[in-house]
C-alpha cells in the first residue's frame, strides 16, 4: 500500500468518524426533553463526588493558623511563684527545640476580662486565681516532624513538678488531617459508585435507542456494513451524553459556588479570617469533561455489544 493510498483511507476514516461524531449530536437535539433529561440526571450524579471534592480541597486550603495551633500551653501549679516560672522558662529556651513566653497572672487576667467582658464581676474576685502560663512554641529543623517533636516536647513537660496541665493545641489540627483523609476516602467511593451509576444510565439509554433501531442494524449488516460500522454513532451518542451530563454537573456547580460564597464569607468574619471559595480549575473542568465522556463511551460500548451479541446469537446478524 502506497503513501497516497493511505493518506486517502486516512481522510476517508476521519470524515466517517466526524459525520457520526456530529450526526449522533444532531440526532440527540432532535429529542431534547429525553436527551435534557437524561443529561440532567447524569448532572446530578456526577456533581455529588464533584462538591465532595471541591469541599474537602478548599478546606486544605483554608488558613488555619498552623503556625499558632503547634504551641503549646502550660499551666503552672497556683503556689509555683514567679522565680520558679522563669527558671523553667528558661530552661525550655535552653532547649534546641522550643522556645518560651511568660504569661504572668495579671495578664491572663487582663486579656481574660477584656476578652470575656466581665470585668466588673472579676473585679470581685480577693485574689488572682490564674496561674502562671508558659507559652511554648516548638522550633523545628528542617528534617524534623512537627507531630514528632510537639510529642516529645509535651511528654518532657509533664515530667516538671511545676507543670500542672500541658494543652497541646495540635491535636485539633491532627484530628482535622484525619477528617481531610477521611474525605479523600469518601471522594473515591463516591466517585466510583456514581460513575458506575453514569455507565448504567447511559447503556440503559442506549439499549433503548439501539432497540429502536434493531430493523436499521439488520439492513445495514445484510449490506455488509460491519460491527464497528454498526456500533460507531451508538458510540458517539453515549460520548455526547456523558458530556452533556460532565457539563450541566461544572454549571451546577460554579452556581452553588456563587451561591455559597457570601454565607460562608460572612461566617468566616465572625471567627477573623478571610477566604474565598474556590471552585474547580480549567484542568479539573477538562478532566471532568473528558472523564465524562469516556464513561458516556463505555456505557455505549456496553450496551451495543451485548446487543449485537444476542442479534448474532439468534441469526439475525451478519446474515446475507
Known amino acids: 500500500m502506497n503513501k497516497h493510498s493511505l493518506r486517502r483511507q486516512l481522510r476517508a476514516w476521519a470524515r466517517r468518524q466526524f459525520y457520526s461524531l456530529f450526526s449522533s449530536l444532531g440526532t440527540l437535539l432532535g429529542h431534547r426533553l429525553g436527551t435534557a433529561m437524561t443529561a440532567f440526571v447524569l448532572g446530578i450524579a456526577m456533581v455529588l463526588p464533584l462538591g465532595l471534592y471541591m469541599a474537602v480541597n478548599n478546606l486544605r486550603s483554608l488558613d488555619l493558623q498552623q503556625d499558632e495551633w503547634g504551641a503549646i ?117 463516591l466517585s466510583v459508585m456514581f460513575s458506575v451509576a453514569v455507565v448504567v444510565v447511559i447503556a440503559n439509554t442506549i439499549r433503548l435507542d439501539v432497540a429502536s433501531r434493531s430493523e436499521e442494524i439488520q439492513v445495514l449488516s445484510l449490506v455488509g456494513a460491519g460491527e464497528s460500522f454498526i456500533r460507531q454513532p451508538f458510540l458517539y451518542s453515549g460520548f455526547w451524553y456523558g458530556l452533556l451530563g460532565a457539563l450541566l454537573a461544572l454549571i451546577i456547580l460554579s452556581v452553588s459556588v456563587l451561591y455559597l460564597q457570601q454565607p460562608l464569607e460572612n461566617l468566616l468574619d465572625a471567627y477573623g479570617n478571610s477566604f474565598e471559595l474556590q471552585g474547580l480549575g480549567s484542568v479539573e473542568a477538562a478532566a471532568v469533561l473528558l472523564g465524562g465522556g469516556i464513561l458516556g463511551l463505555i456505557g455505549a460500548w456496553v450496551s451495543v455489544q451485548r446487543y449485537l451479541r444476542q442479534l448474532r446469537a439468534g441469526g439475525m446478524l451478519g446474515r446475507r
Do not use: C, Y
Request: aromatic content about 6%; glycine content about 6%.
Open 73 to 189: 500551653t502550660v499551666f503552672l501549679h497556683s503556689r509555683v511563684s514567679e522565680r520558679e516560672a522563669l527558671d523553667l522558662a528558661q530552661l525550655i529556651d535552653h532547649r534546641p527545640d522550643a522556645s518560651a513566653e511568660t504569661v504572668s497572672p495579671e495578664q491572663g487576667m487582663d486579656e481574660f476580662s477584656r476578652v470575656s467582658g466581665f470585668g466588673q464581676a472579676l473585679e470581685l474576685f480577693e485574689e488572682n486565681p490564674l496561674p502562671w502560663v508558659l507559652l511554648v512554641t516548638p522550633q523545628l529543623a528542617e528534617s524534623d516532624e512537627l507531630g514528632a517533636v510537639i510529642t516529645l516536647l509535651a511528654a518532657w513537660l509533664e515530667g516538671q513538678e511545676a507543670v500542672d496541665i500541658v494543652q497541646v493545641d495540635h491535636k485539633w489540627l491532627q484530628r482535622l488531617s484525619g477528617l481531610l483523609e477521611l474525605g479523600d476516602a469518601f471522594v473515591s467511593v
